[in-house]
């Protein structure tokens, strides 16, 4: 069975920084595409980073020059590394990946985390 397990939020104050961490495990063949989502109270859930097998990255216009999404693919990781942080950032970001399961059954999955709190103070 494939899960998804995010780590590394928390509080922190306006400016500061967060190192966010995803890890997946089960019988996975391969993973795609693997990527950050963040949901803000009474907002819509919002692509925030991805990051491709093939290296490939795209970051929502209001973080760019602040995160920087990395994979190690060895590991079956991505990390979101959060920078200059702003009160606006505050959500539960969740993890997202793309993968191909080696169950006969499940084959190609999108799969998600639960999801994990960033705060982020004035």
């Known amino acids: 069975q494939v899960q998804l397990v995010e780590s590394g939020g928390g509080l922190v104050q306006a400016g500061g920084s967060l190192r966010l961490s995803c890890a997946a495990s089960?019988?996975?063949?391969?993973?795609?595409?693997m990527g950050w989502y963040r949901q803000a109270p009474g907002k819509q859930r919002e692509l925030v980073a991805t990051?491709?097998?093939?290296?490939?990255?795209t970051y929502v216009d209001s973080v760019k020059g602040r995160f920087i999404i990395s994979r190690d693919n060895a590991k079956n990781m991505v990390h979101l590394q959060m920078n200059s942080l702003k009160p606006e950032d505050t959500a539960v970001y969740y993890c997202?990946?793309?993968?191909?399961?080696?169950?006969?059954?499940?084959?190609?999955?999108?799969?998600w985390g639960q999801g994990t709190l960033v705060t982020v103070s004035s």
């Open positions: 997202n990946a793309d993968l191909v399961s080696a169950s006969l059954v499940y084959g190609l999955r999108v799969v």
């Open positions: 089960g019988s996975i063949l391969r993973i795609d595409r």
């Open positions: 990051f491709t097998s093939g290296g490939t990255t």
